[in-house]
């Protein structure tokens, strides 16, 4: 069996990151965003679901920030991961665990040099192989696209029945892997909705209980 783990919002904590970056960006502006502003910020990036282009487009028809849409997505891929911590003594004990007894993989949508930064800063590159690590600005094809789940079923040498998807987002991560035959675990983080998943959990460190 191979876990193949999506890496924002799953082994790392990309909304607090993100928030702290932006807030970082803002303050460097001049600008205080109240709490109500930032429901609507937090709305509009919905996780970070929303592509980057449109979520920049927006915030900048909103904010007068001193940079293009490209220079924010490169300032983002250079500054956010400086916010993401070092992973807990549980994940890391997960990840021990479970590679004992399996492959662990990462499959992530995002640049590659961002994510790499991310998989660094964290400290979480080590625990995984390189050729089990699936960078869509790498490849050819992103999640949820079914080349992206071919790809990687190529790589390792895995039929789909033998793989695990973990991972946040219901549509490129659970609608995704059960289109490619994989089982998949959603993590829900308190979110309600209903989800085809073949397991729920609500927190990251709770896979142990379903793999
Ligand atoms: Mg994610």
Request: with cysteine.
């Amino acid at each position: 069996m191979t876990v193949l783990f999506d890496l924002d919002n799953t082994l790392i904590d990309r909304n607090t990151a993100y928030e702290d970056w932006l807030t970082t960006v803002f303050k460097a502006n001049g600008i205080m965003a109240s709490s109500s502003e930032w429901d609507i910020i937090r709305v509009k990036d919905n996780w970070g679901y929303t592509s980057r282009q449109e979520f920049y487009d927006w915030l900048l028809s909103i904010y007068a920030l001193p940079y293009t849409r490209p220079e924010l997505i490169a300032k983002g891929a250079n500054e956010i991961y400086t916010h993401i911590p070092s992973i807990t003594s549980e994940i890391e004990a997960l990840l021990k665990r479970l590679k004992s007894t399996c492959q662990i993989g990462i499959v992530s949508n995002g640049g590659i040099e961002n994510q790499m930064n991310k998989l660094k800063g964290s400290r979480l590159l080590s625990f995984f192989e390189k050729k089990a690590v699936f960078i869509s600005g790498a490849m050819s094809f992103s999640k949820p696209d079914q080349a992206y789940f071919e790809v990687v079923e190529e790589r390792l040498q895995r039929a789909a029945h033998e793989l695990v998807i973990v991972g946040d987002n219901p549509i490129n991560d659970i609608q995704g892997g059960n289109q490619a035959g994989w089982k998949t675990v959603w993590i829900s983080k308190g979110r309600n909705d209903k989800v085809p998943a073949d397991y729920v959990v609500n927190e990251l460190i709770d896979v142990i209980d379903v793999l």
